[in-house]
C-alpha cells in the first residue's frame, strides 16, 4: 500500500514540508539579529484549506468543494454554510534598531513555537491515521508509534 496516493497523507507531507521550511527561515532571522539592516523574512502561509478543496475536486467530476459523504440514510448533514473566514497575520515590524535591524526576538520565538506546535499537531495525526491503516489491516495498531 503506498500511503503517498492518500490525500491526507500527501496533505500532511506538503504542511510537515512547509512547516520545516519556515523554521529554518526563522531560525535564519535569529541567527541575524544583530546584523546591522537586516530584515525578517517569514514564508507566504499556504492554504490548506483550499490544497484540500482542490484535491478534493481533481480528476473526480465535482465540482472542487469538499462533501462530507453519508454513507448511511441515518447521517446527519452539516448545519449551516460554515465560514470561509480566515485569519491573516500581517504585523509589520514595530521596532528598529538604530543600526535598521528589524528582529524583534520575541515575535520570532513565537513564530517559532507556533510552527512548533503546528509540526506536533501534523505528525500526530500522520501517526494517528498509520495506527488507523494498520489497524483496519488486522495489523495492530494500538501501542507505540
Known amino acids: 500500500m503506498d500511503i503517498t496516493r492518500i490525500p491526507l497523507f500527501d496533505a500532511v507531507t506538503k504542511r510537515l514540508g512547509w512547516l520545516t521550511d519556515r523554521q529554518a527561515v526563522l531560525a535564519q532571522n535569529i541567527a541575524n539579529a544583530n546584523t546591522p ?3 525578517p523574512r517569514d514564508l507566504r ?3 490548506f484549506g483550499a490544497m484540500a478543496e482542490q484535491s478534493a475536486g481533481g480528476g473526480t467530476g465535482m465540482s ?8 448511511n440514510a441515518h447521517h446527519m448533514g452539516p448545519a449551516g454554510g460554515g465560514s470561509d473566514a480566515r485569519a491573516v497575520d500581517d504585523r509589520k515590524p514595530v521596532e528598529v534598531s538604530i ?13 517559532i513555537a ?4 503546528s509540526f506536533q ?5 500522520y ?3 498509520i495506527q488507523m491503516i494498520r489497524t483496519a489491516l488486522g495489523s495492530g495498531g494500538g501501542g507505540g508509534g
Request: hydrophobic share 35%; charged share 30%.
Open 37 to 39: 539592516g537586516y530584515k
Open 45 to 47: 502561509p499556504v492554504d
Open 99 to 111: 543600526d535598521g535591524n528589524k528582529i524583534n526576538i520575541e515575535d520570532q520565538a513565537m513564530k
Open 64 to 71: 472542487g468543494t469538499l462533501k462530507m459523504t453519508a454513507t
Open 114 to 117: 507556533d510552527t512548533a506546535a
Open 127 to 129: 501517526k494517528k491515521h
Open 121 to 125: 499537531l501534523a505528525t500526530s495525526l
